[in-house]
């Protein structure tokens, strides 16, 4: 079965402000190596990153079971 999924936290964008406020939070979870891996899987990605990975998963379909994960959205 080939199928790719995209699993983001929270998506920032148009009426969705508010959390930019949780940044300055989460970079700090980030920097402390106990709660490093909860603050990147929980991570607040941009709506152009979300489109940027949706585009890419559409034009480059996965061979197997592909996840991309907030880190992965972000490098979008």
């Not at 998506?11 to 969705?16: C, E, F, Q, S, Y």
């Not at 152009?48 to 559409?58: H, L």
Request: charged share 20%.
């Amino acid at each position: 079965m080939n199928a790719s999924f995209i699993r983001p936290w929270y998506v920032l964008g148009p009426g969705h402000y508010w959390p930019y406020l949780f940044i300055p939070f989460y970079k700090l979870l980030e920097i402390i190596p106990k709660t490093r891996e909860a603050a990147f899987r929980l991570g607040l990605v941009k709506i152009g990153q979300m489109i940027n990975c949706i585009t890419f998963a559409v034009k480059n379909p996965s061979v197997g079971i592909k996840v991309y994960d907030v880190k992965d959205i972000r490098e979008f």
